[in-house]
Every structure is written in C-alpha cells, then in structure tokens.
C-alpha cells in the first residue's frame, strides 16, 4: 500500500485564492478552520480524506519506496480507494509506476508531463469539486509533501499503523495535536487500521 501548517487561516482580501472561493461558494458560509499541517496562506474548506500507511515514528517511504510489504494492508487500500479519485505527487506516481486503475489518478506536478493522469500544477487552488463523482470523495495518498500540503483540509485520515519500527527517509507530518481516533477498523499482528477525525476545538 501506499498509503498532520500551522496556522490559523484567516480569508482576507489578501487571499489570492479568495477570489476562487467566492466563485466555487458564493453564499455558503463554510466554516473557517485551523490548518493541521502545510504552506502557504491559502485555505479552503476541508473536503478530502488522507489515506497512509506508516510506523509508530510515523515513517511512510524510503529511497522512494514504501519500505514494508504486509499481507493484507494492500488489499484494505484497493478497497478503500477504489472508484475514488486518488490524488498524489509525482514522485508517489513514479514509485507506483503506472495509474492505480479503477480510479482516476490526479498527479500533483510543477512541470512533469504523465499521459493517462490529470495533472494538477496549482496545488494550493486544488478544487476537488470538478473531480468528484456521487458518494466518491476524493483521497489524498502522498507522499508526505502531498499529505503536509493538504493535511489541513482533511476532514479524516485513514491511518494504517505499522508495528514494526521500519527506517526511512520521509514521514507524515505531525497529526496528533489535530486528529483524534474516531474508530478502530482493523487489528492485526502486523499493523492497526483507524480512522482518525479532526478534533473538535
Ligand atoms: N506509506 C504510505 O502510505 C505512502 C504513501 C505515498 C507515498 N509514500 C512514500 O512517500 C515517498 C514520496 O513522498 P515525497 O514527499 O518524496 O514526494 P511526493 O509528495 O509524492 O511528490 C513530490 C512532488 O510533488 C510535486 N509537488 C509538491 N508540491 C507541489 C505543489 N505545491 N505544486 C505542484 N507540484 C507539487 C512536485 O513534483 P515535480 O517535482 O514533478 O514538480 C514534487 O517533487 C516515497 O517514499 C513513497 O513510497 C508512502
């Protein structure tokens, strides 16, 4: 499988994305909310979800690679994503190889041309609307300058908790002081499955 910016956004009219905003919500009053994680001094509301894979110390890749295989932990990832939108960075795309079929595959990219994906070059006014099928929200699945970007308009995280204290080169950013379990999904000698909520402030 693949499979927490750090302010409080405030709209002002010196938002250069506020202008998207009011043209995707003109009369919706969305709620202002603290980013988890990121860069920039955009904002928009939260309406993805995040789904990982990591250890303990919250390591997610190595040498552009995920450094585990475990039984089972793919498949939950299959099952889970498939049908959705699935949005990742470029390199996420090269160290998956070809487009996750079943769905469609967004690449987060400055420059990089992928044939068969939908390339997103301004990350910080991603719209998710015009990507979203009925019922299929769309999930972020990294790497971690993907999740550290985005982490702040997740409303959830699906977070495999891998047990073994694997070594690596790239993490996930810091999540704790935002999201809280929500549920336990699945239990397993090598990994938990949760599903982490923003806490509520
Ligand atoms: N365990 C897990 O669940 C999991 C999940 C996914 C990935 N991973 C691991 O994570 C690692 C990859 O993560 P990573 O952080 O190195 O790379 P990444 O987030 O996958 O991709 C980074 C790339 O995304 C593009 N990008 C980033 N910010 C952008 C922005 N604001 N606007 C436009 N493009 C932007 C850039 O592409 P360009 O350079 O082309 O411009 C950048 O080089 C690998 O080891 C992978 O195996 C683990």
Redesign the pocket.
């Known amino acids: 499988?693949?499979?927490g910016q750090l302010s409080v956004f405030l709209r002002c009219s010196l938002d250069p994305y506020n202008q998207i905003w009011a043209l995707r919500s003109p009369l919706e009053k969305q709620p202002v909310v603290p980013l988890a994680t990121g860069t920039g001094n955009w904002q928009l509301p939260p309406d993805v979800k995040a789904i990982?894979?990591?250890t303990r110390k919250r390591v997610?890749?190595?040498r552009?690679?995920?450094p585990w295989r475990l039984q089972g932990e793919q498949r939950w990832f299959k099952e889970v994503t498939m049908g959705h939108p699935v949005l990742?960075?470029?390199?996420?795309y090269e160290?998956i190889g070809k487009p996750l079929p079943g769905r469609r595959n967004l690449v987060?990219?400055?420059?990089?041309e992928i044939a068969g994906v939908d390339l997103i070059?301004?990350?910080?006014a991603f719209d998710p609307a015009p990507f979203e099928l009925p019922g299929k929200e769309i999930f972020v699945?990294?790497?971690?300058?993907?999740y550290l970007?985005l982490l702040g308009r997740c409303d959830a995280i699906y977070g495999t908790i891998v047990k073994e204290d694997y070594p690596g080169d790239?993490y996930f950013p810091e999540f704790e002081p935002q999201f809280e379990i929500s549920e336990t999904i699945r239990q397993t000698p090598e990994f938990d499955i949760y599903c982490y909520k923003r806490r509520k402030r």
Do not use: C, Q, Y
Request: glycine share 14%; no cysteine; hydrophobic share 40%.
């Open positions: 499988m693949l499979p990982v894979a990591m997610i890749g190595d552009n690679r995920i990742m960075g470029r390199k996420t160290s987060v990219t400055r420059s990089g070059r301004d990350l910080p699945i990294g790497g971690a300058e993907i970007a790239t």
